[in-house]
């Protein structure tokens, strides 16, 4: 069983920067790709960007592409999202996620085995 477990969120003004972590526990997140997906009020849960198991290619929705960084740290079994000029619309709660099945860039909800409790992201204009 995995646990994942996000931290870094909060309430922000437009333009400001956070860093969001996931930490991953009772398995190595080294064999996992790694996703963010945010899910804002009355919306449904949309992926935001996206690590392969290797590390080497990442992928982000065309809403955040520019702004948003994902990164991975396998020795701290710990993977980051950076979200830069953030904007109103990027107030969500953002979850991270783990597939071990799958090697590159995974989108859909439904390849994931493992998720976090998610954290608040709020941006205010």
């Known amino acids: 069983q995995v646990q994942l477990v996000e931290s870094g969120g909060g309430s922000v003004q437009a333009g400001d920067s956070l860093r969001l972590s996931c930490a991953a526990f009772?398995?190595?997140?080294?064999?996992?790709?790694m996703g963010w997906f945010r899910q804002a009020p009355g919306k449904e849960r949309e992926f935001a960007g996206g690590?392969?198991?290797?590390?080497?290619?990442?992928d982000y929705a065309d809403s955040v592409k520019g702004r948003f960084t994902i990164a991975r740290d396998n020795a701290k079994n710990t993977v980051y999202l950076q979200m830069n000029s953030l904007k109103p619309e990027d107030t969500a709660i953002y979850y991270c996620?783990?597939?071990?099945?799958?090697?590159?860039?995974?989108?859909?909800?439904?390849?994931?085995?493992?998720w976090g409790q998610g954290t608040q992201v709020t941006v205010s204009s």
């Open positions: 690590i392969s198991r290797s590390g080497r290619i990442t």
């Open positions: 996620a783990a597939s071990y099945a799958w090697y590159g860039v995974v989108y859909d909800t439904y390849k994931y085995d493992y």
């Open positions: 009772g398995r190595a997140i080294s064999s996992a790709a």
